[in-house]
């Protein structure tokens, strides 16, 4: 068992493979939000969009809410609905990138801590379903903190693989040299084949951890390091590729 303590260029030609059961995808991306206060980002619906793409090559069960949209109800309901239809050799998988605090996401009317999504909230969805394997992709600042928040009461997992940008100390950042976040940046290239260390075409939780973390660390300068939590073997097939 391995525990991790511890987000785009697109490889053309391939592509990923999704042959066992079904997939299930919710992409979730804020850049303006509802309160002018709030620090606009450039690159978060982009993410999602990009996140999207990726699984539509494999999947046409893909879900993207963006902007004004991603309410916290919206959200919610989007997970209850889409998750709700897998069955138990399925994969079911919620990516988001937008504003994070410690303990959960900032959905789009967000204007003070209750507001927020919290961890608890997307866990207490995606435990429902039967979908055996089930990943969360975060590219939001002080991601990592899950663990120490206080206004998440410890949550439990389970069997869900959390990948998340940052330590809960941690802003993740975006730059204009590149298409996406730091990390949707790395998780997308890892995705589609760069992590593969072995040659196997099956990209695992191990190889994918270790790939976008050096590269987002080693790019940011230190400044940000991705956290990857949850019980979980470290042979865990996140996605397996094909070239065209």
């Not at 730091?182 to 072995?198: E, P, Q, S, V, W």
Request: with cysteine.
């Amino acid at each position: 068992m391995w525990k991790s303590k511890l987000f785009l260029a697109i490889l053309v030609g391939i592509l990923p493979l999704l042959a066992r059961g079904e997939t299930y995808v919710v992409c979730v991306g804020i850049g303006k939000y509802a309160n002018p206060k709030v620090k606009t980002l450039i690159k978060t619906e982009k993410d999602a969009k990009a996140v999207a793409d990726f699984y539509k090559n494999g999947t046409p069960n893909v879900i993207t809410v963006t902007g004004r949209y991603a309410t916290k109800t919206r959200i919610l309901q989007s997970l209850a609905d889409q998750f709700g239809r897998a069955k138990a050799g399925d994969k079911i998988i919620f990516y988001f990138s937008g504003h994070g605090y410690p303990g959960g996401f900032c959905p789009y009317e967000m204007q003070k801590i209750e507001d927020g999504l919290t961890y608890a909230d997307v866990i207490k969805v995606m435990s429902r379903s039967k979908a055996k394997d089930k990943f969360i992709f975060a590219d939001a600042c002080n991601s990592g903190a899950i663990r120490q928040s206080k206004t998440t009461p410890n949550p439990q997992p389970g069997n869900i693989l959390l990948f998340l940008s940052s330590r809960g100390n941690e802003y993740s950042i975006e730059s204009p040299l590149l298409s996406n976040g730091y990390f949707t940046n790395f998780l997308l290239h890892g995705l589609r084949g760069k992590a593969d260390t072995n040659g196997d075409k099956a990209i695992t939780a191990k190889e994918l951890y270790n790939y976008v973390s050096s590269g987002v660390t080693e790019l940011s300068k230190g400044k940000q390091h991705p956290v990857m939590w949850g019980n979980f073997p470290d042979n865990l097939v996140i996605v397996k590729y094909n070239k065209k």
